[in-house]
């Protein structure tokens, strides 16, 4: 009798065993879970989607170093899973200088800094938290907006711009303006003036009115042989 009350009870405990829960339902599969306020990259992109590039006025010349303390404090202010991006502009240009061509870097819109970031709430409100870690961004003297609220470029000003910065071919940086009176140094019309009457860039030269035998004549010079009067 005192063997058939072991074996029941014996049985009992067995039964009350809790069985082992398996790891999140083995994972999908065999795949790992994901670690506690680990982000899916279809999160990341959806905060992205939702991301605008902002404007913000900073001292110029010093562009590329408020750039570096922006990104600074987006991370140690922890709000780097809303602002993305955070570009100076700049162009290849080529400079005409004592005759010769150089590629030199130019910014495109000294003392601006552009940021992608998400600055609204979803109910539209504005992200304080945000705002408050770049306005207060050492160098930074505001955002470009209307009134106190920062606003967006659309997106058409972003594509007219990201095609400045990402163009292949550098731009020619001219110095002279129709209308200007201008002294040609070399080739057939050398030392003559004239009046600089239309401008290509794209071929590096200008269209100059001289004075020809009395008469008022265009010719195309190259823009190196040229120099203000």
């Avoid at 109910?123 to 050492?138: C, F, K, M, N, Y």
Wanted: some cysteine.
């Amino acid at each position: 009798m005192s063997e058939e009350r072991e074996e029941r009870q014996e049985q009992e405990l067995h039964e009350e065993e809790p069985r082992a829960s398996a790891p999140e339902e083995e994972a999908a599969d065999g795949e790992e879970p994901q670690a506690e306020g680990e982000e899916t990259s279809s999160e990341e992109e959806e905060r992205r989607a939702r991301a605008k590039w902002y404007v913000v006025h900073c001292y110029s010349g010093m562009e590329t170093k408020v750039k570096r303390n922006i990104e600074a404090r987006v991370e140690s202010m922890g709000v780097s899973d809303r602002v993305f991006d955070v570009i100076v502009p700049m162009e290849e240009t080529i400079e005409l200088r004592d005759g010769v061509r150089r590629r030199v870097p130019r910014r495109v819109f000294p003392g601006y800094i552009m940021i992608n970031m998400i600055l609204e709430k979803e109910d539209g409100t504005l992200d304080e938290e945000v705002w408050h870690v770049i306005r207060h961004t050492p160098g930074v003297t505001g955002f470009v907006g209307i009134g106190n609220r920062p606003t967006p470029l659309s997106d058409e000003e972003v594509e007219a711009i990201m095609r400045r910065i990402e163009a292949e071919e550098p731009q020619l940086q001219v110095d002279f303006r129709i209308g200007e009176r201008v002294r040609i140094t070399s080739g057939p019309f050398a030392d003559f003036t004239g009046t600089v009457v239309d401008l290509y860039p794209d071929k590096g030269k200008a269209r100059v009115a001289v004075s020809f035998f009395n008469r008022e004549t265009p010719v195309e010079v190259d823009f190196l042989q040229l120099e203000k009067v």
